[in-house]
């Protein structure tokens, strides 16, 4: 009885102690949104200023064009989501269900492109967009960010639809269904879960990119995205840390959103191969 | 309804021949069942002839029409899978109603035969239920309710019943075959369960390593099982077999089994003089007390189910075949089982006269196997 309140209490102690260390980076940007630019460096530190600057959001976004930046991501994200999503789906459901000769080694080659540095493929990239005529447009990092989505993503969904028992397609073509037509009427919405976990992944890939959006974007202010936008306020002798910090916060919010959104979906779409 | 026919039909996967040239005309209406042990084959033929998987060559044809190249979709048939792939996102009507709804029939009518055969299954409270909040039977007879709701031409089943517990399978087992004397449509049955093809089937089809081992009815192939295979799968439990060798004697055969010159009841004894043969015995044609032919033994094991029981002997060196490679189990190579029906209870440890009628033994070629009658 003693040994199990001691392996309790021990456990606890864990989940506090990672909680805090994943959440303590969080807490202190708030408070560095919130405190005066001129409090920041003091020693002691402050763990909460005295008096918040709630005003700080509504002022920066008066400021900046942080909805135009919020927007360009979005639109980046939601575009390389989409296009990776159809092409995941069609390449995992083959890995998945198509026997073909060096099937195997070819879904091991799609998993090898992950394994490149995103930095090794901007000077590739930069080339092709520019003979495209994409540079500073967003289509150029929305295909750059679906080349670092794909491949990840393929694996993923191969993954879950091998838990995906295969009389269920079988039974959809003896209903009368194509092949295309079961994965489409059948499949997919079986695998809702593992699409919406999916898609998030992918969705916070494109979100938190830096390097293309600085790459391919940085002379068309237009269509800069937020994390780049967010990276031209900082001065070259002083920046602002308040606003960043707050500016940060106003980035992440939409990627929390969308996690509570789809917590009981991810839930479901993370574990679905564990019950085999 | 219509009838199948499935001509040379052969499948091969890279160099493994997983069935060797499949020949079966299945009559308008017949039910048909196709039994064989794990690997035989028989699960493959079923999806060849679903067009879910492609046949390296044969014809098969339903009705009029040859559907060896048609999609599974195009062949007019309808499937019961073993883990009845029902479609989870959907609703137990829209689940009867999806292969309606894919060959485009209006939506009134799809209600009205879903509701049908909702009816017949006595399903019909359950028609807004997901399959998620169904028990295993009531799964199983929405499978058998998408199936019937297509009116299709030939019904297809695969091992439906192996999900269900020992009880819900027995009651099911009977509903599958009223329903099929209902509605009269043409029906293959795949499993590995003797007793369900004994019970169900107008034809058994036994398969062993990709090919048919014998075509029967049901009470033919029990009693005249055209080789050892037969003899030993159908029957529980399947039959007993002593090694023995035939002499000639007075125009017939005669074999020595448990010291006494026993007569074998085959049609021409003299061409079986000196031959090496396999004797088979069913459990249930050896009787307690002495009879015909009798033998004292000191049984093994007796397992009582109440209204009988199962003795096991160990049988004399001289009657057990030579293990074979991957074949029999042990325990039925160096064992006999008689079945005793309403035995008086007894000790195990008190030795016991058996006693058999001789023209209830069955002969085998102990080098092909094959039935000598």
Same mark, same amino acid.
Do not use: C
């Given at each position: 009885m003693r040994r199990k309140t001691t392996q309790h209490a021990l456990l606890y102690a864990g989940v506090v102690l990672t909680c805090a260390i994943l959440v303590f980076p969080i807490y202190w940007l708030v408070v560095t949104a919130l405190s005066e630019p001129s409090q920041?460096?003091?020693?002691?530190?402050?763990? /909460?200023?005295?008096?918040?600057? /709630?005003g700080v959001f509504g002022q920066i976004m008066a400021e900046r064009p942080i909805l135009l930046w919020l927007g360009n991501s979005a639109l980046a994200a939601i575009g390389a989501v989409t296009i990776s999503m159809i092409v995941s789906v069609l390449a995992g459901y083959s890995l998945s269900r198509f026997r073909v000769r060096g099937g195997q080694s070819l879904g091991l080659f799609i998993l090898t492109a992950k394994m490149l540095p995103a930095t090794l493929l901007v000077i590739p990239l930069f080339g092709i967009f520019r003979n495209l005529e994409l540079?500073?447009?967003?289509w150029s990092i929305i295909l750059a960010h679906a080349t670092l989505i794909i491949p990840f993503t393929t694996w993923m969904l191969k993954g879950y639809f091998d838990t995906i028992p295969r009389e269920l397609e079988q039974a959809a073509m003896v209903d009368g269904c194509s092949p295309l037509g079961a994965l489409v009427r059948v499949i997919l919405p079986v695998s809702a879960p593992g699409l919406a976990a999916t898609a998030l992944y992918g969705f916070v890939l494109s979100w938190s990119d830096y390097a293309y959006a600085r790459t391919?974007?940085?002379?068309?202010q237009g269509n800069w995205t937020a994390n780049l936008g967010i990276t031209t306020?900082?001065?070259?002798?002083?920046?602002?840390w308040s606003d960043i910090s707050a500016a940060s916060i106003l980035v992440a919010l939409p990627i929390l959103a969308i996690y509570l959104f789809l917590e009981r979906y991810l839930v479901g779409g993370l574990t679905a191969g564990a019950e085999k | 309804m219509a009838g199948i026919r499935i001509d040379s039909v052969t499948k091969s996967y890279g160099g493994l021949?997983?069935?060797?040239a499949f020949s079966l005309d299945i009559a308008d209406g017949e039910f048909v069942v196709l039994v064989g042990p794990s690997g035989c084959g028989k699960s493959t033929m079923l999806k060849i002839l679903a067009g879910l998987e492609e046949a390296s060559s044969g014809k098969i044809s339903i009705g009029d029409r040859d559907?060896?190249?048609?999609?599974p979709g195009d062949r007019d048939i309808a499937m019961v899978f073993q883990n009845y792939?029902?479609?989870?996102?959907?609703?137990v009507a829209r689940n009867m109603g999806f292969g309606l709804k894919m060959r485009g029939t209006d939506a009134g009518e799809i209600d009205r035969r879903v509701n049908e055969a909702a009816k017949i299954l006595g399903i019909d409270h359950l028609?807004?239920?997901?399959?998620?909040?169904?028990s295993g039977g009531q799964r199983q007879r929405v499978a058998l309710g998408r199936a019937i709701v297509?009116?299709?031409?030939a019904f297809l089943m695969d091992e439906?019943?192996?999900?269900?517990?020992a009880k819900l399978r027995v009651h099911t087992r009977a509903e599958i075959s009223a329903l099929h004397k209902r509605l009269r449509v043409t029906t293959i049955y795949v499993t590995h369960d003797q007793t369900e093809a004994m019970t169900m089937a107008d034809r058994i089809v036994i398969m062993k390593d990709g090919v048919i081992q014998q075509i029967a009815a049901p009470d033919v192939m029990f009693r005249e099982p055209a080789n050892l295979f037969v003899a030993g799968f159908i029957g529980s439990p399947g039959m007993n077999f002593l090694k023995a060798k035939a002499e000639a004697k007075g125009g017939g055969a005669t074999a020595k089994l448990f010291g006494h010159d026993v007569t074998l009841p085959?049609?021409?004894?003299?061409?079986?003089?000196?031959k090496d043969i396999v004797v088979g015995l069913r459990p249930e044609h050896i009787a307690a007390g002495p009879g015909q032919v009798s033998f004292t033994v000191a049984p093994r094991l007796i397992e009582s189910l109440g209204s009988e029981q199962y003795v096991y002997v160990d049988l004399p060196e001289e009657h057990r075949r030579e293990a074979s490679a991957g074949g029999d189990d042990e325990t039925r190579r160096t064992s006999l089982i008689a079945r005793l029906i309403n035995p008086e209870p007894r000790p195990p440890e008190e030795t016991l006269t058996l006693s058999f009628d001789p023209a209830r033994l069955h002969v085998f070629d102990?080098?092909?196997?094959e039935a000598i009658r």
């Open positions: 920041l460096r003091q020693l002691p530190p402050s763990f /909460w200023p005295a008096e918040p600057r /709630w540079i500073g447009s967003l391919f974007l940085t002379n068309a306020m900082k001065g070259e002798y002083i920046s602002n | 021949a997983v069935l060797k559907v060896t190249d048609l999609a792939a029902l479609y989870p996102h959907l609703t028609l807004e239920r997901r399959p998620r909040a169904l297509r009116e299709p031409q439906p019943l192996s999900n269900l517990d085959v049609a021409n004894g003299g061409a079986l003089a000196g102990a080098a092909s196997g």
